[in-house]
């Protein structure tokens, strides 16, 4: 069965960085559109980015320009690098494929943008 693991979140100051990662196991990954989501406190999960097995990459328009999604197919793994981190980006942040049906969802990991 398919598995999601989510790491890299934290605690971060306005306007600082981070690199989430998510190692996907259980399928062929190759070929998959991934994504990242993220739901904040009393939020629906909602889409932050998404990358095609060919590298083509779609993003929420509010971290347009600061956030990177990319994939190493050889590893499994997708990273989303977050830079100019605000308050509002504050939320616990998962993997999955890129649209549904989507698979079981892992525990995500949590981003704090907080002075």
């Known amino acids: 069965q398919v598995q999601f693991v989510e790491s890299g979140g934290g605690l971060v100051q306005p306007g600082g960085s981070l690199r989430l990662s998510c190692d996907v196991s259980?399928?062929?990954?190759?070929?998959?559109?991934m994504g990242w989501y993220r739901q904040a406190p009393g939020k629906q999960r909602e889409s932050v980015a998404a990358i095609t097995s060919g590298g083509s990459t779609l993003y929420l328009d509010s971290v347009k320009g600061r956030f990177t999604i990319s994939r190493d197919n050889a590893k499994s793994t997708v990273h989303l690098q977050m830079n100019s981190l605000k308050p509002e980006d504050t939320a616990v942040y998962y993997c999955?494929?890129?649209?549904?049906?989507?698979?079981?969802w892992g525990q995500g990991t949590q981003v704090t943008v907080s002075s």
């Open positions: 259980g399928t062929i990954f190759s070929g998959s559109r």
């Open positions: 999955n494929w890129g649209s549904s049906p989507f698979g079981p």
